[in-house]
């Protein structure tokens, strides 16, 4: 049973442009919300997060936002740069020094 | 100065062997964990510690012992390694007190581990 879904493999979106990505989770007990980021043969690299009193949180060209009525949330980025590809994980976590449950993933390629 | 550091990066090894990977953050965090990426992409909580102290074991075979020799130290040793072990472990840290953002964690690069 997956907890966390992003329900797209992959994106493409021209450089410049924005890119939306998506995330849906089921346990309605999650606090808290993290976009990662992951090049190849590296580890995740944290982004941006969000609690679940916030809709919005806002970091340069990323914004997170959330809708807990949906059980929603999404990553913008704007505008898309080539160095912006990579695989996008959503994660989600109780308080404290819980684990994070993580979404499959979803490879952002920014064309030039 | 790399923050979380695993060894070895890549592990090749026949079934049945036992094998480890250490994993080192210089962060000051009291809290370090185990993920494993399986084929299938996902990754998923193995093993958490705080302060040497084990605090969630998930479902893991009994063949996988992390071992933590100090807060700045988890290492993960699997004994009679299976094919199914094939997979990317991720050692990770955090510290609600010190976290810029809520329950970030910092992952290592990866050991990517193949049981042949």
């Known amino acids: 049973d997956q907890q966390v879904k992003q329900n797209s493999p992959s994106l493409s979106v021209q450089e410049g442009r924005i890119s939306i990505l998506n995330c849906d989770y089921t346990n309605s007990m999650f606090d808290y919300f993290l976009w990662y980021k992951k090049y190849p043969a590296e580890g995740p690299t944290f982004l941006i997060s969000?609690?679940?009193?916030?809709d919005k949180n806002e970091d340069g060209r990323f914004t997170v936002f959330l809708n807990k009525s949906a059980k929603h949330l999404s990553l913008h980025i704007v505008p898309s740069q080539p160095g912006d590809s990579a695989v996008y994980f959503c994660?989600?976590?109780?308080?404290?020094?819980?684990?994070?449950?993580f979404g499959k993933g979803t490879r952002l390629s920014v064309i030039a | 100065d790399t923050a979380v550091s695993q060894t070895p990066k890549y592990l090749v090894t026949q079934m049945g062997n036992d094998k480890s990977i250490k994993c080192e953050q210089n962060l000051g965090h009291d809290t370090m964990y185990w993920y494993k990426q399986d084929s299938k992409k996902f990754l998923k909580i193995m093993f958490s510690y705080n302060n040497k102290e084990l605090i969630i074991n998930e479902t893991v075979p009994n063949r996988f012992s992390p071992k933590s020799p100090d807060k700045a130290h988890l290492n993960l040793h699997i004994n009679s390694l299976e094919l199914g072990d094939s997979a990317v472990y991720f050692c990770?840290?955090?510290?609600?007190?010190?976290?810029?953002?809520?329950?970030?964690?910092?992952f290592g690069p990866g050991t990517r581990l193949t049981v042949l």
């Open positions: 990770a840290s955090s510290d609600p007190v010190l976290a810029s953002s809520y329950n970030e964690q910092f």
């Open positions: 969000i609690s679940s009193i916030k």
């Open positions: 994660a989600a976590s109780g308080s404290g020094n819980t684990p994070l449950v």
